[in-house]
């Protein structure tokens, strides 16, 4: 008797899904979406929502540039640079003996200041949104005050009575507990088993209680959201299906829009812009994607990597069944050393709305993304962690396969790769510690020759 799922045998769904005999011998593999840019129902957000969350990020710049003077000299704005890689994309070439056409472009969130993550956006907009709610509802504050006033003591008492929980495999930890202590709130960050340890001891440093499982993700949410139904003045950041830290990540759409326009760069149906997200349970790929999609329309195309050991997004969206499977239904272990995307179970909230609005999801191996690590350092002097590197799958798989092949003939670019724009979206790493990061650098050296993804 077979392992069965949903009431279906294995075998059954590799019978209907012939890419799960690949992603279950955890190959390395490129699947496009067949709902593609199909036309779709409404969706839970519109373009009007990202600009609700950008007001409220405006409304809170003078309050974090005061508490965290790193920020000052950008106005309190939590932004990262996007910066050309022309080296990076040299050394590709030669390791692919092939031109790669086309700019090819960073995104650092690596190097967003507060929590040196993308979730410096989401989770920072969360807890600022929660903190807003608080001190307005106890008539402390307005919205045409000056917030700046939110780091006076009256505010750390009030907001001291109050809690915050959160699950996090690491990354979302560190933001909602290092943004949640300086605050005031007390916060209390459920971290899964295979978070790294720096990130542990960290948010101890900032005055966090962190709450140690051996589990996976999913597992430290639901603890987390257990604590939260106990406690009315505790909030629980539901990193599985929240609609706040969503529509955090979505207002990067349009600083990514004032920065290609500050770089020269044009978007449009001459040149298309590709955009390739690391991806784990989902929200912070799908946020940005849903905002570029607002955004750019059909001038952009977004593509999601995850790692072998952790296909959450592809398995839900390839089955259509969301969250209702996890990997390990299908017998795949969930251990990666790409932390941010140990996720065994995707966003019901996410998987929805972006159904529709990816181009493909690709898998990636450890190995590739240490090799991608250590070329990137010496190529660029730029350090991310491994699971920052995870959209290089994407882009070497557009341009370098055969699915890739049929994806651009199915959009009709073939003529328009030389103009196109391609974004790896580098999720973290600045916070890593430097003995950690030269680890990680000295193993990638060893896995260069392994780069043929």
Known sequence: MGRSIL?????????????????????????????????????????????????????????IARAFPETAE??????????????????LEKIYQNDLPGQLLLKCDSHLPISGSIKARGGIYEVLEFAEEVAIKHKKLAYEDDYSILADQKFKDLFSRYSISVGSTGNLGLSIGIMSAKLGFKVFVHMSADAKQWKKD????????????????????????????????????????????????????????????DLEITVDENHPLFVYLPCGVGGGPGG??????????????????????SPS????????MHDKVSVQDFGIDNKTEADGLAVGRPSELVGKIIDTQIGGVCTVEDNHLFAC???????EDLNLEPSALAGFAGYIHLLQSQTGKVFIEKQGMDSL???????????????????EMKAYIENGQQLIHLLNL
């Open 7 to 63: 009431g279906k045998e294995l075998k059954q769904w590799i019978e209907e899904y012939p890419l799960l005999a690949d992603i279950t011998h955890l190959k390395e593999v490129f699947w496009l979406n067949p709902n593609y840019q199909k036309n779709t129902g409404p969706l839970p957000f519109t373009i009007e929502d990202i600009r609700e969350a950008e007001e409220r990020l405006i409304r809170f710049a003078p309050y």
């Open 74 to 91: 950008h106005g309190g704005i939590i932004e990262s640079p996007l910066v050309p890689i022309p080296n990076m994309k040299r050394e």
């Open 202 to 261: 960290l948010l101890r440093e900032k005055g966090v209680t962190v709450v140690e499982h051996n589990a996976d993700f999913s597992e430290a949410v639901a603890q987390g959201r257990k604590q939260a139904e106990k406690d009315p003045n505790m909030h629980f950041v539901d990193d599985e299906s929240s609609r706040h830290l969503f529509l955090g990540y979505a207002t990067a759409a349009g600083r990514i829009k004032k920065q290609l326009e």
């Open 288 to 309: 940005v994607t849903f905002g570029l999609k607002q955004v750019f329309g059909n001038h952009v195309h977004c593509l999601f990597s995850e790692p072998t050991h």
């Open 313 to 320: 997004m592809l398995l839900g969206l390839l089955t259509g």
């Open 373 to 379: 690590l250590s070329l990137l350092a010496a190529a």
């Open 417 to 435: 790769l030389d103009r196109a724009v391609h974004i790896i979206w580098g999720t973290g790493g600045s916070m890593v510690p430097e003995s």
